[in-house]
């Protein structure tokens, strides 16, 4: 326990100090600054950490999305039980066993834009067909693309002047989309678990009950069993959150900073920073900004399952 | 009401919507496969054969492909991958049911608080915590070395091996810790004698999470040992698809063999697999 308390809390403790001292090269020194929160301030002057602080909240948005969604879907499907329950269970789940740089190298092949997934798409005749329409072929680069849809700049711009200023757009970088499927190819299994798991609690009569009141099969779900897995959803989603905040390996070995910084994430940050730059109080600085996003999420939660017992 | 029967077994489909399920579970379970499919593929192609325009399709003859080079490349990793995961994961077993022992049985003032505090270390960041990891790794002339990155995932991985623990020996009844007592037995021979035998499958689940976590782990890996030739294999992997030029065929044939070990576990050892991982959602 005691080993425990010392490498979390104490090293927590140091790795804020650190943050706070002018240990900005190679050689240690543990020197407070003056002014104290100068690495802060610096690195919260960087475009390339408003593009992190994007990146990480566009990427657990669409990530959770997909993946609860998804894993709902496929639990709700395999509730009916048919023939290949077991088969279908242990493909989708599959993925999860497996290390997140596999999972990576793999989908950087797939999304590579000279073949992979734009090849399936010639493949199928989509871009034979949207050139006959005379529109442009669907070829994107991907991870290799700078751009970002949806930016709201300009329509935030009106109500906030400062946003116009900002360096970075804010929306969804192209080059983050793969990321999302890969990382939704890993884990919608895991979320697919929680529900059948949160499914078998379901108690039968409670679905038999009503069926004689009249209730379709269709109501029985959206009436009797999804406001029962409402508990399920918000575990999937504050552990699936939590993964998502801190996710750096996934991203390192598929498209590392990305271009323009388009899947750059504070994962990555803290690593370059710490271990590529030596500039360790910011390095430190922001795996504490890391550590605070995920407090917000994970102790409230912490605090209400403890509790309880 | 018949169809209440049909819940806990397979069944064939009857009605045009349970056709139209089966066809969504067969389009996703594609899907899913799809980068396996890739992967193994693509690895068992010859390096000339790796165009870009037929990434799709079976290699056009059997052979080894990329994964001799693969091997050849990756094993010395293996090699330090397994002399890292089994001591790890043993080790961090057997403390975690010693401490999960303690919070379920042996209740004290401020117990549960100290769980809480403990149970927060399951979901921190490393990176908050890696510069004085290194630093202290390197007081005690650990930095650098398999030992120390045993020592390190032994530590962090104490929180979800106590909880795993805790809520295995929460289920067990107190009487039988009393009986044996009632016989004369201590604390340490109550555990021993009369917790441990029941534990097994505890262990089981608890062995297996932490051997796919450790082994997958990178992040630690890359930053507690920098010499290559020491270094886990998830990192040689990354090392060797980081190369200028990318043989898409070893690359591919790397990542299947760094996901042989937990895939075999999975298909084998299922079961035991989704237990660890739902008890990761911190369900007293």
Same mark, same amino acid.
């Given at each position: 326990m005691?080993?425990?308390?010392?490498?979390v809390?104490?090293?927590?403790?140091?790795?804020?100090?650190? =943050?706070?001292?002018?240990?900005?090269t190679?050689?240690?020194?543990w020197?407070?600054?003056?002014p104290l929160f100068?690495?802060?301030?610096?690195?919260?002057?960087?475009?390339?950490?408003?593009?992190?602080?994007?990146?990480?909240?566009?990427?657990?948005?669409?990530f959770?999305?997909? =993946?609860?969604g998804?894993?709902?879907?496929?639990?709700?499907?395999?509730?009916?039980?048919?023939?290949?329950?077991?088969?279908?269970?242990?493909?989708?789940?599959? %993925?999860?066993?497996? $290390?997140?740089?596999?999972?990576?190298?793999a989908?950087?092949?797939?999304f590579?834009?000279?073949?992979?997934?734009?090849?399936?798409?010639?493949?199928?005749?989509?871009?034979?067909?949207?050139? $006959?329409? /005379?529109?442009?072929?669907?070829?994107?680069?991907?991870?290799?693309?700078p751009?970002?849809l949806?930016?709201?700049?300009?329509s935030? /711009?009106?109500i906030f002047?400062?946003?116009?200023?900002?360096?970075?757009?804010?929306?969804?970088?192209?080059a983050?989309? %793969? @990321? @999302?499927?890969?990382? =939704?190819?890993?884990?919608?299994? &895991?979320?697919? $678990?929680?529900y059948?798991?949160?499914?078998?609690?379901?108690?039968?009569?409670?679905?038999?009950?009503?069926r004689?009141? /009249?209730?379709?099969? &269709?109501?029985?779900?959206?009436?009797v069993?999804?406001?029962?897995?409402? %508990?399920?959803?918000?575990?999937?989603?504050?552990?699936?959150?939590?993964? $998502?905040?801190?996710?750096?390996?996934l991203?390192?070995?598929m498209?590392?900073?990305?271009?323009?910084?388009?899947?750059?994430?504070?994962?990555?940050?803290? &690593?370059d920073?710490? &271990?590529?730059?030596t500039r360790?109080?910011?390095?430190?600085?922001? =795996?504490?900004?890391?550590?605070?996003?995920?407090a917000?999420v994970?102790?409230p939660?912490?605090?209400r399952?403890?509790?309880?017992? | 009401?018949?169809?209440s029967l049909v819940?806990?077994?397979?069944?064939?489909?009857?009605?045009?919507?349970?056709?139209?399920i089966?066809?969504v579970?067969?389009?996703?379970?594609?899907?899913?496969?799809m980068?396996?499919?890739?992967?193994?593929?693509?690895?068992?192609?010859?390096?000339?054969?790796?165009?870009?325009?037929?990434?799709?399709?079976l290699?056009?003859?059997?052979?080894?492909g990329?994964f001799?080079?693969?091997?050849?490349?990756?094993?010395?990793n293996?090699?330090?991958?397994?002399q890292?995961?089994?001591?790890?994961?043993?080790?961090?077993?057997?403390?975690g049911? !010693?401490n999960?022992?303690?919070? *379920?049985?042996w209740?004290?003032? #401020?117990?549960?608080?100290l769980f809480?505090?403990l149970? +927060?270390?399951?979901? !921190?960041?490393?990176?908050?915590?890696?510069i004085?990891?290194?630093q202290?790794l390197?007081q005690?002339?650990?930095? #650098?070395?398999?030992?120390?990155?045993i020592v390190?995932?032994?530590?962090?991985g104490?929180?979800?091996?106590?909880?795993?623990?805790?809520?295995?020996?929460?289920n067990i009844?107190?009487?039988?810790?009393?009986a044996?007592?009632?016989?004369?037995?201590?604390?340490?021979?109550? +555990?021993?004698?009369?917790?441990?035998?029941? *534990?097994?499958?505890?262990?089981?689940?608890? #062995?297996?999470?932490?051997?796919?976590?450790?082994?997958?782990?990178?992040?630690?890996g890359?930053?507690i040992?920098p010499n290559?030739?020491?270094?886990?294999?998830?990192?040689?992997?990354?090392?060797?698809s980081?190369?200028?030029s990318?043989?898409?065929?070893?690359?591919?044939?790397? *990542?299947v !063999?760094?996901?042989?070990?937990?895939?075999l576990?999975?298909?084998?050892?299922g079961? +035991?697999f989704?237990?660890?991982?739902?008890?990761?959602?911190?369900?007293?």
């Amino acid at each position: 326990m005691a080993a425990i308390i010392t490498f979390v809390y104490v090293f927590i403790l140091i790795t804020v100090w650190v =943050s706070l001292s002018r240990w900005g090269t190679l050689r240690i020194d543990w020197r407070l600054r003056d002014p104290l929160f100068q690495a802060y301030v610096q690195m919260f002057a960087m475009p390339r950490w408003h593009a992190d602080l994007r990146n990480v909240l566009v990427f657990t948005v669409l990530f959770l999305s997909v =993946s609860i969604g998804f894993g709902l879907l496929l639990a709700l499907l395999l509730d009916r039980r048919l023939l290949g329950y077991t088969l279908f269970r242990n493909i989708f789940l599959f %993925p999860y066993a497996l $290390s997140f740089i596999v999972t990576g190298i793999a989908w950087r092949w797939i999304f590579n834009p000279e073949t992979g997934i734009n090849l399936l798409f010639d493949g199928l005749g989509i871009n034979r067909w949207l050139v $006959s329409i /005379g529109s442009a072929p669907f070829r994107p680069g991907w991870t290799t693309d700078p751009g970002v849809l949806f930016s709201i700049n300009d329509s935030l /711009g009106h109500i906030f002047p400062a946003v116009r200023n900002l360096s970075v757009h804010l929306g969804i970088p192209i080059a983050l989309i %793969p @990321v @999302v499927v890969a990382a =939704s190819w890993q884990l919608t299994g &895991f979320a697919m $678990s929680m529900y059948i798991a949160g499914l078998a609690t379901v108690p039968n009569e409670l679905r038999e009950a009503a069926r004689i009141d /009249g209730a379709t099969e &269709f109501q029985v779900y959206t009436k009797v069993v999804l406001p029962l897995l409402r %508990p399920v959803t918000v575990s999937t989603a504050i552990i699936l959150g939590h993964v $998502s905040l801190k996710i750096f390996d996934l991203i390192f070995a598929m498209t590392g900073v990305g271009p323009g910084f388009a899947t750059d994430v504070p994962g990555i940050f803290v &690593f370059d920073m710490t &271990f590529k730059a030596t500039r360790y109080n910011l390095g430190a600085a922001a =795996s504490i900004v890391m550590l605070l996003l995920v407090a917000i999420v994970i102790v409230p939660y912490l605090w209400r399952n403890l509790r309880r017992n | 009401m018949q169809f209440s029967l049909v819940n806990f077994r397979q069944s064939l489909p009857r009605t045009i919507w349970d056709w139209l399920i089966l066809i969504v579970l067969l389009l996703s379970a594609l899907f899913f496969l799809m980068p396996i499919y890739v992967m193994v593929v693509t690895g068992l192609k010859q390096a000339q054969n790796v165009s870009l325009s037929t990434m799709w399709q079976l290699p056009a003859h059997l052979s080894g492909g990329g994964f001799y080079e693969a091997w050849r490349r990756l094993y010395p990793n293996l090699g330090n991958s397994l002399q890292l995961t089994i001591p790890a994961t043993i080790i961090s077993s057997i403390l975690g049911s !010693i401490n999960g022992y303690i919070f *379920a049985k042996w209740k004290f003032r #401020g117990s549960n608080t100290l769980f809480a505090v403990l149970v +927060f270390g399951l979901f !921190i960041p490393y990176q908050s915590i890696l510069i004085p990891l290194i630093q202290f790794l390197e007081q005690i002339k650990l930095y #650098g070395t398999i030992w120390g990155l045993i020592v390190v995932h032994v530590v962090y991985g104490l929180p979800i091996c106590s909880l795993i623990f805790r809520n295995f020996f929460a289920n067990i009844p107190d009487e039988l810790v009393e009986a044996a007592r009632i016989d004369g037995a201590g604390v340490v021979r109550a +555990f021993l004698l009369v917790m441990l035998p029941l *534990a097994l499958p505890a262990f089981v689940v608890v #062995g297996i999470f932490q051997f796919t976590n450790i082994w997958n782990d990178f992040l630690f890996g890359v930053t507690i040992l920098p010499n290559p030739n020491a270094q886990p294999v998830t990192v040689a992997l990354n090392n060797l698809s980081g190369s200028f030029s990318v043989d898409w065929n070893v690359v591919m044939a790397g *990542a299947v !063999i760094v996901a042989l070990p937990t895939a075999l576990i999975y298909i084998l050892l299922g079961r +035991f697999f989704v237990r660890g991982l739902l008890a990761g959602s911190v369900k007293g």
